[in-house]
């Protein structure tokens, strides 16, 4: 096995891109050059000048899928009993429920996929440093685009997908916020503002347009989108432990999926690649596996994240590294 992390890389000199090692090369790797403070802040500024562009909703019903909403109540019914100012399960759901649209809809009308991935990062870090296609830690995820640089700095992938577990941990989040707001004095609307601003889509007031489209008109219920969006959950060994995984393929997608589209962002689609979240204390770490089946480049490849850390500078790469999917049989068994 060959290992490399970003953070090494990013010390190292290297080759430009048209050198990089062939596809089927499991050992040859040319880092890519790490970004700099500038090259950065370009790269993070135009992402979300991008999702803006892409975040009017269009005018009809709003629909979600129905497990995924099924979730989102559940878990806004929750966090208003528990709340420290008035607000009710159905504005909870609303409140909460608002920057999904604006974030992953991308002018879309189908409902939302739970199995949305990023396609507005480009940062060097975030690709195989062989450069191989398909290889791509695409690091916001789901819904609510939870991502490694924020939110999503302590959840896996998986987690990001799976309704239930991102809904139980998103929605109580954004009414505590509101209420927070509410109680230093803030009038609702900018208590909402507040609740948003993890989320780069609603800087335009899209989020609050679609949070009053849900109040007034309601959220249908679509039956074609299930709780993990397409993905699959399986139960997988990765080096002699037993854990739960997700197998995510983009070609599976329910609901919207025009991110699925080479065409649809700067960043690359993902070959299907398995998500899993492994270690305990501080070595917790998300880890996402490409089975050499599934990617075509004749090699397993895993790429792992410590929790805490932002994808686009704390990724390690490591060819020969594989898992057995115990659920049917594939990979490494």
Same mark, same amino acid.
């Given at each position: 096995?060959?290992?490399?992390?970003?953070?090494?890389?990013?010390?190292?000199?290297?080759t430009p891109q048209t050198a990089l090692a062939a596809p089927d090369d499991p050992v040859a790797f040319v880092p890519t050059p790490a970004d700099t403070p500038a090259e950065r802040a370009e790269a993070d500024r135009e992402a979300v000048e991008e999702k803006l562009a892409n975040a009017a909703i269009p005018p009809g019903p709003l629909?979600?899928?129905?497990?995924?909403?099924?979730?989102?109540?559940?878990?806004?019914?929750?966090a208003a009993a528990g709340a420290s100012c008035a607000i009710t399960a159905e504005s909870a759901t609303a409140l909460a429920l608002a920057p999904v649209w604006p974030e992953v809809s991308a002018s879309s009308s189908l409902p939302p996929s739970p199995m949305t991935l990023s396609r507005y990062d480009n940062q060097s870090g975030l690709? &195989?440093?062989?450069?191989?296609?398909?290889?791509?830690?695409?690091?916001?995820?789901?819904?609510?685009?939870?991502?490694? +640089?924020?939110?999503?700095?302590?959840?896996?992938?998986?987690?990001?997908?799976?309704?239930?577990? /991102?809904?139980?941990?998103?929605?109580?989040?954004?009414?505590?916020?509101?209420?927070?707001?509410?109680?230093?004095?803030?009038?609702?609307?900018?208590?909402?503002?507040?609740?948003?601003?993890?989320?780069? +889509?609603?800087?335009?007031?899209?989020? &609050?347009?679609?949070?009053?489209?849900?109040?007034?008109?309601?959220?249908?219920?679509?039956? @074609?989108?299930?709780?993990?969006?397409?993905?699959?959950?399986?139960?997988?060994?990765?080096?002699?432990?037993?854990?739960?995984?997700?197998?995510?393929?983009?070609?599976?997608?329910?609901?919207?999926?025009?991110?699925?589209?080479?065409?649809?962002?700067?960043?690359? /689609?993902?070959?299907?690649?398995?998500?899993?979240?492994?270690?305990?204390?501080?070595?917790?770490?998300?880890?996402?596996?490409?089975?050499?089946? &599934? @990617?075509?480049?004749?090699?397993? /490849?895993? /790429?792992?994240?410590?929790?805490?850390?932002?994808?686009?500078?704390?990724?390690?790469?490591?060819?020969?590294?594989?898992?057995?999917?115990?659920?049917?049989?594939?990979?490494?068994?």
């Open positions: 096995m060959t290992t490399l992390t970003a953070l090494a890389a990013a010390a190292l000199l290297c629909s979600f899928g129905a497990e995924p909403l099924a979730a989102a109540r559940n878990a806004a019914e929750g690709y &195989d440093p062989a450069g191989r296609d398909g290889l791509f830690f695409n690091p916001g995820v789901g819904l609510w685009q939870m991502d490694s +640089a924020g939110l999503g700095t302590n959840n896996t992938a998986g987690e990001a997908i799976d309704s239930v577990w /991102v809904s139980d941990f998103v929605v109580p989040y954004i009414v505590d916020k509101y209420c927070a707001a509410i109680e230093r004095g803030s009038a609702a609307p900018a208590a909402r503002a507040t609740a948003w601003a993890d989320w780069n +889509a609603c800087a335009g007031g899209d989020c &609050d347009t679609v949070y009053w489209r849900a109040m007034n008109t309601g959220i249908g219920s679509d039956p @074609s989108v299930g709780r993990h969006g397409g993905a699959q959950p399986r139960t997988c060994e990765f080096e002699g432990a037993s854990y739960d995984c997700l197998f995510v393929d983009v070609a599976d997608a329910q609901g919207a999926d025009w991110w699925t589209r080479p065409e649809s962002g700067r960043s690359p /689609v993902p070959s299907p690649f398995y998500v899993l979240r492994a270690g305990s204390g501080d070595g917790v770490r998300e880890v996402r596996v490409w089975l050499a089946a &599934d @990617s075509g480049h004749g090699v397993d /490849v895993t /790429v792992t994240r410590p929790f805490g850390g932002n994808a686009r500078d704390s990724l390690s790469w490591t060819d020969g590294l594989g898992l057995c999917d115990t659920t049917t049989g594939r990979g490494s068994c």
